[in-house]
């Protein structure tokens, strides 16, 4: 059975074409200047065991010595309580900045989008700078982790590698993080496809950046979020194809998303909705 206008549903999610970030909050050419406000409060944050891969990763790397022997860490602290230093390029409203902060490591975060930026919570140990990926503006070799969360398919993957390698330290971590729901089940497969927000980051295919890394190592991480039908409508409004949609275009995707939750999968208002959801974090050394 088939919701209301459907077949106007891509199985693709405009989310990921392939478009660089490098792009101005004024000119247009980034929807993510035009989002309305709704993004960091309905847009999930990360789970700890793909934050904890990411701290794991840099403080051994950080951690090796001449020896080649692993110097033991904990959180964000790679040795003698020296904090690790991350850039957070594509930072959106700070959600991993923000994750990665908390457990002691320090921030750069960049986001060319000043919407985006302004939905940011205060958060010691977090510096926001407006940038893109291909030029961060960033300072050499200072970066034990440089991390792309849900931005990677924004970016030009050859010029966004090379300026990540510029900015690692030796060995430094090149990091790159999807959430997406577990489209492996058909019911949420359904879901992501009327909110074009498919399965296009698939474990087989990992990232290929610029700059010389070696090739990524995958981190998979399974994990639930829990929202009304309400906050999955206003979910469905921070995605780029709706924001760069027609208003006929975006009233057809709603309808679409509240014939789906409420009449064929029977949720009622305020109801709780599991979504499972699946964290890819691939990961990489210089």
Do not use: C
Request: net charge neutral; no cysteine; glycine share 10%.
């Amino acid at each position: 059975m088939s919701g209301p206008g459907e077949t106007a549903d891509r199985s693709r999610a405009s989310d990921a074409a392939a478009l660089p970030y490098a792009v101005s909050a004024e000119d247009g050419g980034n929807p993510f200047a035009r989002e309305g406000g709704s993004y960091d409060s309905v847009r999930p944050a990360y789970p700890d065991e793909a934050v904890a891969a990411l701290l794991g990763a840099a403080s051994r790397s950080r951690g090796r010595g001449a020896a080649g022997q692993a110097v033991p860490a904990r959180g964000g602290v790679a040795r003698a309580g020296v904090p690790l230093r991350a850039a957070d390029v594509g930072a959106g409203t700070g959600k991993m900045s923000e994750l990665l902060a908390r457990a002691g490591v320090l921030v750069d975060a960049v986001e060319p989008s000043e919407v985006m930026r302004s939905q940011a919570s205060a958060v010691p140990g977090v510096t926001w700078h407006a940038g893109v990926a291909e030029d961060t503006r960033l300072p050499d070799g200072m970066y034990d982790i440089v991390v792309f969360a849900q931005s990677w398919h924004w970016v030009d993957s050859e010029r966004a590698g090379i300026e990540a390698a510029r900015m690692l330290a030796p060995g430094g971590v090149l990091a790159i993080v999807w959430n997406q729901m577990a489209v492996s089940i058909p019911w949420v497969h359904r879901l992501t496809r009327i909110m074009r927000s498919g399965d296009v980051h698939r474990p087989d295919r990992p990232p290929t950046p610029g700059g010389g890394f070696a090739s990524m190592r995958l981190t998979q991480v399974a994990w639930e979020d829990v929202m009304t039908p309400e906050q999955i409508l206003t979910l469905g409004t921070t995605r780029s194809s709706y924001i760069r949609s027609s208003p006929a275009g975006r009233e057809r995707m709603q309808a679409n998303l509240r014939w789906y939750l409420y009449e064929h999968l029977g949720y009622a208002p305020g109801e709780q909705v599991t979504i499972p959801y699946a964290t890819l974090v691939w990961l990489s050394h210089q």
